[in-house]
Antibody, heavy 119, light 107 residues
Framework: QVQLQQSGAELVKPGSSVKISCKAS????????MHWIKQQPGNGLEWIGW????????KYNQKFNGKATLTADKSSSTAYMQLSSLTSEDSAVYFC????????????WGQGVMVTVSS | DIQMTQSPSFLSASVGDRVTINCKAS??????LNWYQQKLGEAPKLLIY???NLQTGIPSRFSGSGSGTDYTLTISSLQPEDVATYFC?????????FGSGTKLEIK
């Protein structure tokens, strides 16, 4: 069965960077996009972008250009998202989610990673 | 970007009730509308894709309808395990955008 196992919660300082991971299993990692989504209480859900692990191609929500960098390691079936120049506005739960091959929407989601930015 | 307006924000209903949740897009999204369920502390789960297609394993009491800019999720007979937040997603164009969510509780 499809499983996406994300890394643990992070407490990071303003101005720093953080890299969170999403290990995929139960399907061919290189054949499906991986979406990343931000969830903040009161602000709902925001789509950050996606990466196609097969060739590393990425597509970002313009809002997250310069904030998020998506990468993927085919050898370990793991997708990564690095967030840089962190502020309190980046405190949120971040989800990875597999994208379907036909209509490119997220179907299976990881459990989420809580990132807290605080001094 | 396409804006998704979801209503209501909060809904309280009794077991066995018929429940409807709505999403309105700021432009035609050609039925590229999904519904997800998120229980407290859990990952979102896909319920309905492309307006009216039930994801595998989802109970048949869940259904979706709509076209153009207006879409509806219906739970035909509310069950206690349906307590969750529900949100819509349009995947007609990038960036993908979500509704603000509907928190569903049992009365």
């Amino acid at each position: 069965q499809v499983q996406l196992q994300q890394s643990g919660a992070e407490l990071v300082k303003p101005g720093s960077s953080v890299k969170i991971s999403c290990k995929a299993s139960g399907y061919t990692f290189t054949s499906y996009d991986m979406h990343w989504i931000k969830q903040q209480p009161g602000n709902g859900l925001e789509w950050i972008g996606w990466i196609y692990p097969g060739n590393g191609n990425t597509k970002y929500n313009q809002k997250f250009n310069g904030k998020a960098t998506l990468t993927a390691d085919k050898s370990s079936s793991t997708a990564y998202m690095q967030l840089s120049s962190l502020t309190s506005e980046d405190s949120a739960v971040y989800f990875c989610a597999r994208g379907t091959t036909d209509y490119y929407y997220p179907d299976y989601w990881g459990q989420g990673v809580m990132v807290t930015v605080s001094s | 970007d396409i804006q998704m307006t979801q209503s209501p924000s909060f809904l309280s209903a009794s077991v066995g009730d018929r429940v409807t949740i709505n999403c309105k897009a700021s432009q035609n999204i050609n039925k590229y509308l999904n519904w997800y369920q998120q229980k407290l502390g859990e990952a979102p789960k896909l319920l309905i894709y492309n307006t009216n297609n039930l994801q595998t394993g989802i109970p048949s009491r869940f259904s979706g309808s709509g076209s153009g800019t207006d879409y509806t999720l219906t739970i035909s007979s509310l069950q206690p395990e349906d307590v969750a937040t529900y949100f819509c997603l349009q995947h007609s164009s990038r960036p993908l955008t979500f509704g603000s969510g509907t928190k569903l509780e049992i009365k």
